[in-house]
């Protein structure tokens, strides 16, 4: 047993913090997200040279051959800045889909972009219908001619104004009812865009595909297994993310109330307040746990058996996060009174964060219920 | 990153296996499906059989007969000993009263204590708290004054756990007003036969007897059974409380219960209602189980840094608050499956093996009382309400 970091946990701990720390602070955020661009490209370059976007790639396509851990080191020191950048979506789930599903040549042929930050991609999965139901799908895939064609609409799709090459989830061109995945150009002819901003400073998109000319990726038709697999690592991510933004919600909270004086002294001295804070720091530390157990756990291994644990283990940790997030989102503002609730402090805009990473992957309320339904039918 | 045993580690947790299975009669196993309390008999026959495989001492130096376990084989025990359903190591005596003697004590005390409290031979109980001294426990009164060789003790200790099993109870007594409250409490270890003193049962919610009050009257303690220095029984107290506290937040025995009320819900038994098929009960024993989970993980966490040889981090100062609040989470739930079966009051078919006629579904009627009896784990070992304030003070330095 081990929860110590291993070399290169710490090197991704060590270069994150010290971008966030020395690059990243609330004001230059702000700026990115401001920008007509979103983020900062000059940003991009630096996570590729630091290796960052090599993270889950096989080490023979230029990656780091990195796990669930690993992603969860780095994504938390990251969290600590609330980064626009469109990591989640280009290596968290679009890329991590071509790792994880993308024939060879799918691999050899984009991962080295990816690598080298020259490639920004998407992930496309959810429709107006299917709300956070990944199984919902309706986008189809058909042959024409010699090729393949979508045709659909997607939703709130992250990152999307800014990606090179799109991910998507669509019925099989075989028309026997699996869900693939296929590469989209995200310029290609017959894609029709509305971008937008989203609450928590960053972009997303609605699509539109009218005979977008698609490749499989990878052999097989059914990409379930592959979905799942890129999930969990998805709520591993925004969970280790959020673990970041809670552990900094709190010590700014700490240090405000030693600062802020009413009735002439520290509000930090009330015992109603102090309480409040030991139960922000109690959740932080129960969900910085299941944070471990998950990621662990996910980057485990493939046996039945450790799939099943891994789908349960992703369940509870975005539960658990969810549940966190708002107890320590709401307190964190409340105890700033109102200054928590304006926008010229990160701490609101850290607040909105948590709360729309609850809404990402599935609701806590949404994995609660499927726990409680597998747990009758079992 | 990673939370596998060992190759050692798997051989020491067969070991455990094997102990528990040769061991442990069936019949005090049977205890814990049955809801049946573990007399003082059952608990000192398992201490004994637990010295004679050379395990009482789970958190002792070898060098005064310990384990000398690492925090990873303290794990595997305490986890295996709540699935094989042992009794409990009483701990007034092992891990209460001991730490402070080898640490602390001098020589004629450690020969003279520790080998008994190892083989099971004396029972301890703790005299800390008194009528008005709880959470404000350095406000305690109960005075000790120099009188030659001896203490002359007067006062009221109370919430003293089986004290009416003990031979012996470690005493915090006042033995000065000088400076502060702290400074004036001494560590004071006494016989309970010594004439003056008296106790007297308290009866709690669950109808039973398991504490009681102290009282003593012009009692004569020997010098030798000071501990320590005069004047620096707060601080050993408070050492110990921060020293070793594994098990703390009783995860294994949580997991233990969980699994059995799951065990109910597939199969409620006659009289029970179906709860299984009840989502609004489903989820808020799922949101335990999840809790549990994390919690599992922050008591390896802690475990971790212990084995690693770094101090455990402020996270171990949740494990007691959380702990608790998981075990009172359990015992609500035990007294909604128990159903109307939650009202016969019958502690007798608990006490005796065999009592009849039962009252079926046999685990039902005992659901209540432990429910009742439970919510001490909140209030002692420090209320949760002071544990906060110590996590205030302490980790988030407010």
Sequence with gaps: MDFALNDIQQMLKDSAGKFIHNDYDFETRQKYSHSELGYSEDNWQLFAELGWLALPFAEEFGGLDGNATDLMVLMTELGKGLIVEPYLSTVVLAGNAIQRGGTAEQKEALIGGIVGGELKLAFAGLEAQSATDISSINTQASTAGSGLVLNGKKQVVLHAQSADKLVVA??????????ALYLVDANAEGVAAHHYPTNDGARASDLTFTNVAAELLGDSDDAAAVIQAVLNDAIVAVSAEAVGVMDKMLAATVEYTKVRK??????S????????MVDMFMEC???RSMLYYA?????????????????????FLKWKVGQAARLVGQTAVQLHGGMGVTDELDVGHMFKRLTMINTLFGSMDIHLDNLVKQRQAA | MNINFSEQELAFQQEVQTFFREKLPESVQAHIDNGLSFSAEVTVAYQKALYNKGWAGINWPVEHGGTGWTPT??????????KAKAPRQIPFGYSMVAPIIYTFGNEEQKQRFLPDILASNTWWCQGYSEPNAGSDLAGLKTRAVRDGDHYIVNGTKTWTTLGHHADWIFCLVRTSDEGSKQKGISFLLIDMTSPGVSVKPIITLDGRREVNEVAFQDVKVPVENLVGEEGRGWTYAKVLLTHERTNIAGVAVSKQRLSALYDLLNQPPAGCPDLKNNSVFMSRVVQVEMELKA????????????????????ESSILKIKGTEIQQALDELYVEIAGIYALPFVPEQYDEAGYEPRIEPF??????????????????GGSNEIQKNIIAKQVLGL
């Design chain 1, 170 to 179: 669509a019925r099989s061109h075989n028309n026997n009812g699996n869900i």
């Design chain 1, 262 to 267: 009413q009735f002439d002294v520290p509000i």
């Design chain 1, 269 to 276: 001295t009330f015992q109603i307040l102090q309480h409040n």
């Design chain 1, 285 to 287: 530390e129960q969900a």
């Design chain 1, 295 to 315: 990621a662990i756990t996910i980057g485990g291994g493939n046996s039945e058996e450790q799939v099943a644990e891994a789908n349960k283990a992703s369940q």
């Design chain 2, 73 to 82: 084989q303290k794990y595997i025990f305490q986890t295996e000993s709540a």
């Design chain 2, 295 to 314: 919690l599992e993980f922050t008591d390896l966490r802690v475990l971790s840094s212990v084995s690693t040889g770094t101090a455990p981090g402020p």
């Design chain 2, 363 to 380: 685990f039902a009627p005992n659901a209540a009382p432990h429910y009742y009896n439970n919510r001490k784990v909140t209030i002692y």
